[in-house]
């Protein structure tokens, strides 16, 4: 398993393996069951997770009682409320396992003498955050720029893994459709 890590940071910084044998012990392994919380909202968060197999979802209820879906996170991908992980201050927010799932856990404060320790980690997360918020400003775009046909056509040219592990309902949650508009759209066939 720490393999994936290890693969996934030399694949944005240049560590040896030496280095690496001292960071993976700042990191907790956790099998995750689907639809287990990992967060729920009003806790803080604790942890920065790595999703090494499976699928794991950030959400919130908004005020009609309805899960709204902001992030899903796959193999190779971070995810956290990172509002409350930085601030450890209570959480807006739910994150929870779509699959079963196998994730690598940073708790914060051994982030943060990880990061003391080894500054070359500071380049890794500075560069995963980085293509985090790409991803975030491309999807506000989209949410303001496209219409509903065309997102959902941008989303499936993207991530057509999502498409077939995501269940529908999910789906339409994160594109802010009803689950009954998305299940028209793919009537029609769009791709």
């Known amino acids: ?4 890590l290890r693969q996934h940071i ?3 910084i240049k560590i040896d393996q030496e280095l690496y044998d001292k960071i993976i012990p700042c990191f907790t392994t956790i099998h995750v069951k689907k639809k287990q919380n990992l967060l729920l909202e009003g806790k803080i968060c604790h942890a920065n997770y790595f999703v090494v197999k499976g699928c794991l979802r950030m959400f919130f209820v908004n005020e009609k009682g309805v899960e709204q879906t902001t992030e899903f996170a796959l193999e190779n991908w971070w995810l956290s409320d990172y509002a409350s992980y930085a601030s450890q201050q209570p959480s807006e927010f739910f994150i929870q396992a779509v699959e079963n799932s196998e994730i690598m856990a940073l708790e914060y404060t051994t982030q943060q003498e990880m990061l003391a320790l080894f500054p070359q980690m500071e380049k890794y997360f500075r560069l995963v955050h980085q293509r985090a918020h790409s991803a975030y400003q491309s999807r506000i775009k989209f949410l303001y720029h496209l219409s509903r046909e065309e997102m959902y056509k941008q989303f499936i040219a993207a991530y057509p893994e999502f498409v077939q592990r995501i269940p529908q ?3 339409a949650s994160f594109l802010g459709f009803t689950p ?3 299940s028209e759209l793919r009537r029609k066939k769009i791709s």
Do not use: W
């Open 10 to 12: 030399q694949r944005l």
């Open 180 to 182: 009954e508009y998305l």
């Open 1 to 4: 398993m720490s393999e994936i």
């Open 169 to 171: 309902y999910l789906l």
